[in-house]
Nanobody
């Protein structure tokens, strides 16, 4: 099992940027696929982006394509979500998740709050 801890959230004005980090411990992070999810009050949890264990394959939700970039540094057991040109509708709790099985994401962190003011 892997443990995940997110950081980097905060309050930012529309148009600003934030970089979220997800540090993994426990098992071999480099063998885990990783994803970033978000959940806003009253809304369903949404997959924002995912990256394969090698970093060779990525996916983005249409709502963030061109603005967000997912990446990982397996040597540091850390994943990242660079968020640019943030919009008020990006306000949510952001979670990182991981799993050795693609698209399963059974292991999840506690989340970090991102608030974008207009």
């Amino acid at each position: 099992q892997v443990q995940l801890v997110e950081s980097g959230g905060g309050l930012v004005q529309a148009g600003g940027s934030l970089r979220l980090s997800c540090v993994a411990s426990g098992r071999t992070f480099s063998s885990y696929h990783m994803g970033w999810f978000r959940q806003a009050p009253g809304k369903e949890r949404e997959l924002v982006a995912r990256i394969s264990w090698s970093g060779g394959s990525t996916y983005y939700a249409d709502s963030v394509k061109g603005r967000f970039t997912i990446s990982r540094d397996n040597a540091k057991n850390t994943g990242y979500l660079q968020m640019n040109n943030l919009k008020p509708e990006d306000t949510a709790i952001y979670y990182c998740a991981a799993d050795p099985v693609a698209n399963s994401f059974r292991y999840r962190g506690q989340g970090t709050q991102v608030t974008v003011s207009s």
